[in-house]
């Protein structure tokens, strides 16, 4: 267990004061119910989680290769091309 100081903003604290009231419940019992659900929320995907991205055909190579990035600059932007 950890204990630790927390300020909340005015309306935050107004609302966990209302919900104390209205539920029966402590602001700590508030807190941490809020804050697994946070905390739940931002968990990763586990581990084995599967993605995949679909593959788009965009035709020839226009320009021969682009294996000399100097000549396919020069391709796309003219001989001028720095």
């Known amino acids: 267990m950890m204990r630790t100081t927390v300020t909340l903003e ?7 004061a209302r919900i104390a009231k209205d539920e029966g419940l402590s602001p700590k019992e508030i ?9 739940g929320r931002r968990r990763r ?3 084995g989680t599967v993605y995949a991205t679909s593959t788009v055909d965009l035709g020839a ?9 100097q000549e396919a600059i020069a391709l796309a932007e003219g001989d001028d091309a720095r």
């Open 10 to 16: 005015e309306d935050v604290a107004k609302a966990l």
């Open 31 to 39: 807190i941490n119910t809020a804050v697994r659900e946070f905390v």
């Open 61 to 69: 190579c226009l320009i021969g290769s682009l294996d000399d990035v």
């Open 45 to 47: 995907k586990p581990a």
